[in-house]
């Protein structure tokens, strides 16, 4: 049973936007109570954290990331979002949501974001 399916993926030019989305089956996760976060995974990368929202709606990033993406949620559709600004190629990776810290049974498949020209 998958508990977080991720979406909005996909090809962008450096300096592109995405808009990737998080839906939590409420059933198991409801994003308001939890901390989330957004993770990625580069070719050949450790997966790593690069934004969390607590439950009371703060967010912090990587230092990576951070004044590009922008994390939030939608309590209503138990949704996560990370907007991406200003993508750069070294963006790329397969990208996922989880609790933070992590729930090892519920890693969705993730999107895949490619940043080239």
């Known amino acids: 049973q998958v508990q977080l399916v991720e979406s909005g993926g996909g090809w962008v030019q450096p300096g592109g936007s995405l808009r990737l989305s998080c839906a939590a089956s409420?059933?198991?996760?409801?994003?308001?109570?939890?901390?989330m976060g957004w993770y990625r995974q580069a070719p050949g990368k450790q997966r790593e954290l690069i934004a969390r929202?607590?439950?009371?709606?703060?967010?912090r990033y990587a230092d990576s990331v951070k004044c590009r993406f922008t994390i939030s949620r939608d309590n209503a559709k138990n949704t996560v979002y990370l907007r991406m600004n200003s993508l750069k190629p070294e963006d790329t990776a397969v990208y996922y949501c989880?609790?933070?810290?992590?729930?090892?049974?519920?890693w969705g498949q993730g999107t895949q974001v490619t940043v080239s020209s």
């Open positions: 409420r059933s198991i996760v409801i994003v308001s109570i939890y901390a």
């Open positions: 929202i607590a439950n009371s709606g703060t967010t």
């Open positions: 989880n609790l933070d810290p992590p729930q090892s049974g519920y």
